[in-house]
């Protein structure tokens, strides 16, 4: 997948590198009130553990631009290495210029081009945030969204379609307006003094089809990384689909550096829910590897237990809580992939295709279950301890066919 993306100018944040030839990277950002330091900071430790490699968080206030020095001291004290994006609008340049703490302690700044400054304030306000980025040497996100454009692009454009013969949909219109602001404002960066390779640009809508046109026509105008996300995605379900069809088709296409699934939680819901369903997009479409994957089957009648069905939920749990251990201890124990199947109907055929595989048995077939090993028939497994004796052929295998890292020989 790396060799079929667009090729992009890296940008370096904090240590993480975006772009053409590095892996396309997951970030997040909190909900909480940056203001409240401990808060703040437990949110950011949550989503760090999770898997967010960039975590964004609001700077609205004087408040907040206050509490990130101390947030970045909090982390650091406890080892959590992680780059902090702030979030500015309306009042950036003056939070940035006023609390220099803030400036120097954020990896990357993120503005809209629709609300930096209104009239005449705009080009001064942005150009201001700019002249900060450069003399701090930090990357940029200029990021548009449909909710909070720039109204007097927009209205322009429009008028300008309106006496057009050949009219555009409004629609169409729109999405051209989102384009060029961003891209016209990333020209302006740079003839400030901001180099190419400190931006980064995104324009996000809500609507799946409207992401995925808009995301076309920004690929074919720049070659800066983009950052990919559907905006205001929605709840649970709703959200989880909308954001992976969107971006799972642009990143097929090749587009997108840096991935963020926005997700609405409920109250008081994980936070880091959206990192593992991005982590999951990225691992579903083969492009990053974060951990074993476990096929399971859906069941149907023939698999009226439930026996299959605790074993992969157990499995899935087991390489949860192993999988930080693993991983230093291992190398490439990510790719590791397992199958654990319901009916002899597809479960020898899949645990065949697995590096481990079992084959549980359906209702009406012997009670047994035979573990499949890189394809080969390995052994077969009866009793009420098939679990337990399953996690030892994983852990053995694991052990004999990873090569250890040189910290943990």
Known sequence: MLNLRRKTIPVNVGGVNIGQGFPIVVQSMTNTDTADIKKTTDQIIDLAKAGSELVRITVDRPEAAKAVVYIKEELDKKGVNIPLIGDFHYIGHKLLKDYPSCAESLAKYRINPGNVGFKNKKDKQFSEIIEIACKYNKPVRIGANWGSIDQELLTDLMDRNSKKKDKKPAKEVLHDALVKSVYSSALRAESIGLSKSKIILSAKVSLVSDLISVYKKLAKTSNHALH????????GIKGVVSSTAAISILLNLGIGDTIRVSLT???????????RVAREILQSLGIRHFKPDVIACPGCGRTTSTTFQELAAEIEDYIYINMPNWSRKYIAVENLKLAVMGC????PGESKHANLGISLPGT??????????????????????????????????????????????
């Open 265 to 275: 939680p409920k109250p008081g819901e994980d936070r880091a829910e959206e990192v």
């Open 364 to 409: 009406g077939e012997e009670p047994a279950a035979p573990v499949f090993v890189d394809g080969e028939k390995y052994k077969i497994l009866r009793g009420p301890n098939i679990a337990n004796e399953f996690i030892a052929i994983l852990n053995d295998y694991i052990d004999k066919n990873y090569k250890r890292c040189e910290v943990s020989k």
């Open 344 to 347: 002899i109907v597809n479960g």
């Open 228 to 235: 990919l996300g559907l905006t205001e995605a929605g709840l």
